[in-house]
Each structure stands twice: as C-alpha cells, then as structure tokens.
C-alpha cells in the first residue's frame, strides 16, 4: 500500500527542515576559500604582533558597533613597517549590547598572532575574517602556528566557475618560520 504524507504533516517536516538549516547558517559565514598566495597578495600587510588593548564603540553613524584593537609589531612581513597598528572589526559589546561576524578572527590581550591586513583610509581590517590569523604557540619549543577556522564554510568555484560549499581544509602544523619563509617568497623578496 503506497503511503501518502498528509499536507500538513509535510508542511511540518518543511518548516522544521527550515529552521534546522538556518540555524546552521546562523554560527557560519562562508568565504571563499584563500590559498596562501591568494591570502598574501590581497593584503598590503602582513605582520607578526603582539594583541594589546582593546575598545569597542559604536561606529560614526550609529549603526554598527566595532572594536579597535591596538597591535604591537613585532616583525613586518609584508607592506610598510610599522611599530604600532589599530585593526578594526565589526563587533563588540557596548551599553550591555552585543554584536558579532561568526567567522572573524577572535583575538585577545597578550596574543602572539600574524595577521594578513588590508589598509583603506588609514584603518587596517583582516583581509579574510579568520582566514588571515594564525595564532603563534611558542610553548613546545619550535613556534608554531595555527588558524582557527571553526566558525567559516567554505566556497570554491567548480570548472564552470560556479561556487560551491566545500570541506575546509584543515592546516597542517606549520612551524612560524615556514609560513615567515613562504609569505616573503610570495612577497618578492627578503625582509
């Protein structure tokens, strides 16, 4: 005997089908997915520093809430050198109200990081949200770098140039002298 959904119980398998799927948009931003490369030459910086103070406000116009992040640097990769940098991020927490880009690189003080930057209008951002952090571990010795890439999906475009979701590849442990090595090659030249 053939089995035939009522209307309203599809209705209901839609509807929760719905939700389900949007929640998992909602802690997930997708970004096309950056080679090394890629990630280096769309910045103008990249920079090994040290995460210092941080404040949030709200933006000029009083629609978005942003955090400035003050940034020692340590070592300047790639651009201008530089000793001190101000990132700018969407996000924060001000007057007890709270805003966030799932995605974004999360820093705090005291963080060892290199950073891929992009410069307009003499502010620096994240070239690609968390893409562009690598977080530097020098507790075992060798340093080494990770990203953390837990709240991104990811698109690649397929031979017909369509963009489609894709697995993230995770990193593989890198030693923060490689991945020093491989921007300035990208770069052109010797620091």
Avoid: C
């Avoid at 963080?111 to 891929?116: C, H, P, R, T, Y």
């Avoid at 397929?158 to 090595?181: F, G, I, K, P, W």
């Amino acid at each position: 005997m053939k089995q035939v959904l009522s209307f309203p119980r599809s209705l209901f398998v839609a509807a929760v089908l719905m939700v389900l799927g949007q929640a998992a948009l909602v802690h997930a931003t997708v970004v096309v997915a950056l080679s090394r490369a890629e990630l280096t030459q769309r910045s103008a910086r990249v920079v090994r520093a040290t995460v210092g103070a941080q404040r949030s406000m709200w933006n000029e116009d009083h629609s978005q809430i942003i955090t400035l992040t003050t940034l020692q640097v340590r070592e300047t990769w790639r651009g201008a050198p530089a000793t001190s940098l101000t990132l700018r991020q969407f996000g924060g927490e001000v007057d007890g109200i709270a805003s966030a880009i799932p995605g974004d690189a999360h820093l705090s003080p005291g963080q060892d990081v290199v950073l891929f930057l992009r410069e307009r209008n003499g502010a620096v951002f994240l070239t690609s949200l968390a893409q562009s952090a690598y977080l530097v571990d020098s507790s075992h010795g060798t340093p080494t770098v990770a990203r953390d890439l837990s709240e991104l999906s990811f698109a690649t475009r397929n031979a017909n140039q369509v963009l489609q979701l894709a697995e993230a590849a995770s990193d593989a442990n890198e030693t923060l002298s490689h991945l020093r090595a491989d921007v300035i090659r990208i770069s052109g030249g010797a620091r």
